[in-house]
């Protein structure tokens, strides 16, 4: 079976950190552009980061630029999203995509594969 999935979600206090997984099964992750996406209540998701097949090159959205970091972890055959001085604002639902298109894409519905998120919640 072919699927994402992702952890590491929870309750974080402002200005903490959080790491969050994605981790595919039936698939090699290597081969994919993964993007990270989010989903706040009310609002539209959103891509927030990527990673691409190609070049490992990565994008972050101005919302997250400095604070978060995508890296991949082959032998594991997963790839994590470093969260740092988390902001109310960030509490969403996080999901993970993959892409075998080699250059990173913002629309959710182009991803091949699409993880069924984790809820991170940063409040005091």
Do not use: H
Not at 6 to 33: H, I, N
Request: contains cysteine; proline residues 3%.
């Amino acid at each position: 079976q072919l699927q994402l999935v992702e952890s590491g979600g929870g309750l974080v206090q402002p200005g903490g950190s959080r790491r969050l997984s994605c981790l595919a099964s039936g698939f090699t992750l290597d081969d994919y552009t993964i993007g990270w996406f989010r989903q706040a209540p009310g609002k539209e998701r959103e891509d927030i980061s990527c990673i691409s097949s190609s070049d490992g090159s990565t994008y972050y959205a101005d919302s997250v630029k400095g604070r978060f970091t995508t890296s991949r972890d082959n032998a594991k055959n997963t790839v994590y999203l470093q969260m740092n001085s988390l902001k109310p604002e960030d509490t969403a639902v996080y999901y993970c995509a993959a892409d075998f298109f080699p250059v990173c894409g913002s629309l959710w519905s182009e991803y091949d594969y699409r993880g069924q998120g984790t809820q991170v919640t940063v409040s005091s």
